[in-house]
């Protein structure tokens, strides 16, 4: 009887083991391409985890990514669930059968919902001699390809898509739609049904160079066949490799190099299955416009690289990425040229109007162009800004008139033809207009600088002028926009806040400029142009600080220099609500070196016993201490060393020598451990009940000068 149970273990182990490689590829019309990357991540982490989840083991992952398709690879996926021990405990036996012995509804319940019959089930006690209905059991595990239709339809329906789309007549939504699905586990087609395609074993390849259906063996000859049959380079980054590889070698070859941007090489990556470099040259004249104009053309509208020489000058020649190996690449070429050539025509026209008019007659203009309906217009914004700006230039160390010229100005090129037709060049626009009309340079460099950091890792404003209209810009909308309650939701962020905070920050303390941001944010509300703002003043600038500070966090949380910093840590310095930011970082930075040392856990958790209570203390702590009665000989010396730390401690927090003045209060730690282990707080005498509640708020409120140690774990 034996024999037949170690076969029967052998086969389930046999089961388990059985590996296959699993094959999805969805096939689309063409996807976005600056969501192309984002969707193949998406898709690879979503079935990884659901097959993890299911307890399905696999050793890789490989995602591939074309214009059109989406495809998974996983290596050596298991083809079946293992089998599970279950082990239940069900209800007390006395309420689990009737007088009779026969099973109550209780025992017939828990029966059903281990899917066995009642007379299957035993029984057990516990530690105290109860005894239950027991069930212990085996799930057999399921077959990978019976979970594998729900798996990858999951996996596609937790894709990061805005807005999905329905074609046909089908319910079905998706990013684009769908046109072929396969999926094999090993060379053996899964059947399944999604978004009304059934399941296959063909592919496709090149839309033009390949259009026949290329039947896939397996998921190992895939990527092959796809390369060799159907003219696809279907891995991304390979792609994106060789794409790079024929740019800088063409561009070479012009004596050129080419200038190529992450961003352009993941788009035109995204946007071709088999990329081949084509070179096109416009008229050298088109050289006269600004360095920024003509990438811009050539990048951002055309998806094209632009080529300089080693020394950073432009040449005439561009390399567009085409889809198709075509036997005439010169027509290929002509095309691309005569499409850039009235792009080109257009920018030099614009160039040339836009300087007719200083940049300083713009301002009127800046009227009838809205910021906002209930703030204003970009004329309005620009006044408030200049205010600001002013504010902030006395702080920072800039001209208080540069920078208020350079807030007034900082808008003007918004109205300009060229910015209209390439808004991305706003602020780069304004400083080349403000340098034509004979703007002093340090103005002209402010307009440009007042937009950064325009994102993640941008540069910073290089001038005091540069940082004061731009802190003034930044606070100006996060002040306008919270005014109205239209504060960031979610993923939604219209106005940029998030990047408004971020950028503050940035330029805050990598500048180090101690600005009272609480009273910059006050003055900012103030120049809103809405009612009832004095009533709203303080909550609102409340809620932009915590706001900010919240950008702070996060920062801080991600940064590899974290230097064990704490979400705890950040709230007790946010707790004493520093002025500004610099001081914020210095307390900080202080308090994460004292937890870190033995006298911070005891001082922490103290400072909590301390918070607690005076928190359930139904007596107010006297005014002031009264040194005659201090009765017990551990309250003495606690009071003795506070006094005699306390003047050079106020000191240290003055000159915010944060790290100084925590060495002073770990003095104390003795003096507080022997205080709690012999001193009674709740004494039945009121007056040195009083006495004593009084010393322990000023203990609390020396610790509190530079952060609040009760929130501290401990």
């Not at 000068?705 to 929130?711: Q, Y």
Request: hydrophobic share 45%; charged share 25%; with cysteine.
């Amino acid at each position: 009887m034996s024999t037949p149970a170690r076969d029967g273990r052998r086969s389930d182990a046999r089961r388990s083991d059985a590996r296959r490689d699993l094959l999805v590829e969805l096939g689309t019309e063409e996807l976005p391409p600056k969501d192309l990357p984002t969707l193949e991540q998406a898709f690879a982490e979503a079935l990884s985890t659901r097959l993890r989840d299911l307890n399905l083991k696999f050793s890789a992952v490989q995602s591939f990514a074309t214009p059109r398709r989406l495809a998974l690879l996983v290596r050596r996926l298991s083809l079946h669930q293992p089998d599970q021990q279950i082990t239940r405990r069900g209800p007390p036996r006395t309420v689990s059968f009737d007088a009779a012995g026969a099973p109550t509804r209780a025992a017939l319940a828990f029966a059903s919902s281990c899917a066995v019959p009642w007379e299957s089930l035993s029984t057990e006690r516990d530690a105290n001699g109860n005894e239950y209905l027991h069930y212990s059991g085996v799930r057999r595990g399921a077959a990978t390809a019976s979970l594998l239709p729900g798996l990858v339809q999951a996996a596609l329906n937790a894709l990061p898509i805005p807005r999905r789309m329905r074609w046909g007549e089908l319910d079905a939504q998706f990013v684009r739609p769908v046109h072929w699905l396969l999926l094999l586990l090993g060379s053996e087609l899964v059947p399944a049904e999604m978004f009304g395609i059934m399941a296959g074993r063909t592919s496709r390849g090149h839309r033009f160079m390949a259009p026949a259906a290329l039947h896939i063996r397996s998921g190992a000859s895939y990527a092959a066949t796809l390369q060799q049959r159907g003219k696809v380079l279907a891995v991304f980054d390979q792609r994106r490799q060789h794409l790079r590889a024929q740019v800088e070698s063409l561009a070479q070859s012009l004596q050129g190099r080419a200038i190529v941007p992450d961003a352009l090489l993941d788009e035109v990556t995204a946007l071709v299955e088999w990329p081949v470099a084509i070179a096109g040259q416009f008229d050298t004249r088109f050289l006269a416009l600004p360095r920024e104009v003509l990438i811009s053309t050539l990048q951002d509208h055309q998806r094209y690289f632009a080529l300089e020489r080693a020394g950073g000058e432009l040449l005439p020649w561009f390399i567009t990425v085409s889809n198709i190996d075509s036997p005439e690449p010169q027509v290929i070429r002509s095309g691309n040229e005569r499409v850039v050539r009235p792009r080109l025509a257009d920018a030099e026209f614009f160039w040339a109007q836009d300087r007719r008019q200083p940049l300083s007659a713009r301002l009127a203009g800046l009227r009838q162009m809205t910021f906002e309906a209930q703030l204003g217009s970009q004329a309005d914004r620009t006044q408030r800004i200049a205010v600001l700006a002013e504010t902030i230039a006395a702080a920072v160390g800039a001209d208080p008139g540069a920078s208020v010229r350079a807030a007034l100005l900082c808008k003007c090129d918004l109205s300009t033809a060229m910015v209209r037709e390439f808004p991305e060049l706003q602020g780069l626009m304004g400083r080349y207009y403000a340098l034509a009309d004979g703007e002093p340079a340090a103005v002209a460099e402010a307009i440009r600088e007042h937009y950064l950091p325009r994102g993640a890792g941008d540069a910073l404003p290089a001038s005091p002028i540069g940082d004061a209209v731009a802190l003034a810009d930044k606070i100006d909308v996060l002040a306008g926009i919270f005014a109205i309650g239209q504060k960031p939701s979610g993923t939604r962020d219209p106005y940029g806040l998030r990047r408004a905070a971020i950028g503050l920050l940035r330029i805050v303390l990598e500048h180090r400029l101690d600005l009272d941001l609480p009273a910059l944010l006050d003055r900012a509300i103030a120049l809103q142009p809405l009612p009832d703002m004095s009533s709203r003043a303080a909550s609102l600038a409340t809620e932009i600080y915590e706001f900010v500070l919240e950008r702070l966090r996060a920062q801080y949380l991600e940064s590899r220099d974290s230097n064990g910093m704490s979400t705890e840590m950040f709230d007790a310095v946010l707790a004493t609500r520093p002025r500004s930011l610099l001081d914020f970082h210095a307390r900080l930075r202080a308090l994460v070196q004292f937890v870190a040392r033995p006298e911070g856990a005891s001082l922490a958790a103290a400072n909590k016993r301390i918070a607690n209570i005076l928190r359930k203390s139904a007596e107010v702590a006297a005014p002031a201490i009264a040194p005659e009665l201090l009765r017990e000989a551990a309250e003495r010396e606690l009071h003795r060393v506070l006094e005699s730390i306390r003047a050079q401690l106020e000191a240290a927090i003055a000159a915010r020598r944060y790290a100084e003045a925590l060495d002073l209060l770990a003095g104390s730690s003795g003096a507080v451990d022997q205080f709690f282990d012999r001193v009674l707080v709740n004494d039945p005498d009121p007056a040195l009940r009083g006495n004593r509640l009084a010393l322990l708020s000023q203990l609390r409120a020396l610790f509190g000068g530079i952060a609040d140690l009760s929130r501290l774990p401990g």
